[in-house]
């Protein structure tokens, strides 16, 4: 179990190494929420999902579970928030 | 004794089945709106202890004892606030009773596919030298039948590949769209359709809109 975790622990952390080069990289507001709102998501599902597996079938395990269950509600309801605040403070989209 | 305006408050499914018997609990004022709101703060009570269960990882009887008693009161503290009244549709009674619960499999396992794919997506173009983006804002004129199926399919949208929604009005979604890709997927109405169709209960007003 240990090393198919391994694997998982070192998918998720390069997407959330991805989420970071793209919030550098991007040019304006809204591009870099793309970058944090998806990485994150998968990223931290797969970090701490490792975590569940190295783990095995424990209390512990089930409590870091709902921890990717909530992230997975919540990530998208946060990008959400910043880029409706965003939007109504008149931040104007970047444009090629 | 108590503001008749209370009841309708919290239309409770219990009393509109039985007329009689709301005008019977009603009248016994305070007491009976109290057991009235523990019974149907019970799914949620249960839900809540259960956490509880997972979170402390004790089983004694003390233990077990302050989690239902906690949860029990949680649950008719915010009954009120997580119980908003039904705007589903004239039959269902709870935002939840209006999903398609034998589609939420399919429906979570697309929603996953989505999420790798975003991932891929994003990845790809932030690592890409030339980093190939052409934002813009995309308008979604496709009203949800109801509150509940407007936040699921804005919450979709954001996990969908390279679209994020911004804003939420009764009338549709502004979307921003990192490729010209990404927006041309989204007009395909793809997550539209799979969103829909996970609730039985569209009126025929939005039902409408949807076909526009």
Redesign the interface.
Known sequence: MTPVADVVLLVGL??IA??V??VL????F??R???L???D???VALTVGALALRGGAT?TS??IL?IVAFVT?AN??A??AL??A???AGIA???? | MRDPSDGRLMRDPTATDDPSMAERESSQGYLGRLVREFWRGLPFSALLFVFWIVLSGKFDGGHLLAGATCAMAVSLWTGRLLCLPPQVGLSASHPLAGVFWLRFPMYLLWLARQVVTANLHVAWIVLHPRMPIQPCLVRLDKPAPHTFARLVLANSITLTPGTVTLDVDTAGYLVHALTSRSAANLRSGDAVRRCQALFLHTDPESGQGGSR
């Open positions: 390069f997407f991805a989420g080069v793209g990289r991007l040019p304006d809204y591009t929420l793309h970058a709102g998806k990485s998501t998968l990223g209390l089930a409590k709902l509600l998208p309801t990008t959400h880029g409706r965003a939007y109504r989209p970047w444009r090629r």
